[in-house]
């Protein structure tokens, strides 16, 4: 079985503020895939990155960065100099093979709110 | 402006009513979805299409029933619904399944 555990339930920061999400997953298969979503107010899911199981490489992309540890199960999410904008429930989610392509387990999500 | 659209934005039904959710992709992906997600909860998988052909079923009850016409849209029929099936459903497509799945807006649909 899958599992995503996101033990952030809210976090609360001042604009500007640096702000990391944590991410553990579980999973027996070998070749996975990893995600993070964010969902605004207005309800839609924005696909913000995926990473699969073979890169561990990190990646920045403006102010988000994500880091990928396999050793840890970990994959973690920092938005730097947070921003009004960037206030929404972010989620982890887990994609692998043997419990068919197409399924992803979401975690259960962490609610940031960011303060001017 | 999103690629998957979805219609309608909202929809207030009773028990006894019939009605349908539709989806639309623009992106020429393979793989469609169905998800319910009740407030401050994650979006739980319901059914996958792909290549038009259902691939996954959560096990939802059978007053729910999807249909997928062509690749590029997707319904899901409701009949006879429960106040507690009052959710948003969410829409989504992907090139493949394991590939990074684009999400339409949104239904809310409140069952009386």
């Known amino acids: 079985a899958q599992k995503v555990t996101q033990a952030q339930t809210e976090i609360s920061v001042v604009e500007k503020e640096d702000v990391t999400l944590d991410c553990v997953y579980e999973?027996?298969?070998?070749?996975?895939?990893l995600f993070w979503y964010k969902q605004p107010p207005s309800g839609e899911l924005v696909f913000l990155i995926r990473?699969?199981?073979?890169?561990?490489q990190n990646e920045i992309s403006g102010r988000y960065s994500w880091n990928f540890q396999k050793s840890t199960s970990s994959f973690n999410f920092t938005i730097t100099a947070s921003q009004v904008v960037d206030s929404a429930v972010y989620f982890c989610?887990?994609?692998?093979?043997?419990?068919?392509?197409?399924?992803?387990?979401f975690g259960a999500g962490t609610q940031v709110v960011v303060t001017p | 402006d999103t690629e998957v659209t979805q219609t309608p934005k909202h929809l207030v039904m009773g028990m006894t009513n019939k009605k349908s959710l539709k989806c639309e992709q623009h992106?020429?992906?393979?793989?469609m979805y169905w998800y319910k997600q009740k407030a401050k909860k994650p979006p739980e998988l319901m059914f996958v299409?792909?290549?038009?052909?259902?691939?996954i079923n959560e096990s939802v009850p059978s007053r729910f029933s999807p249909e997928c016409p062509n690749s590029s849209l997707l319904n899901l029929h409701l009949h006879a619904l429960q106040p507690e099936d009052s959710a948003l459903y969410l829409c989504?497509?992907?090139?493949?399944?394991?590939?990074?799945?684009?999400f339409g807006p949104g239904t809310r649909l409140t069952v009386l």
């Open positions: 989504a497509s992907s090139q493949e399944g394991g590939f990074e799945q684009f």
């Open positions: 999973t027996r298969d070998t070749t996975y895939y």
């Open positions: 990473r699969n199981s073979f890169d561990e």
């Open positions: 989610a887990l994609s692998g093979a043997t419990d068919s392509w197409g399924k992803l387990q």
């Open positions: 992106m020429g992906h393979r793989a």
């Open positions: 299409y792909s290549y038009e052909k259902l691939s």
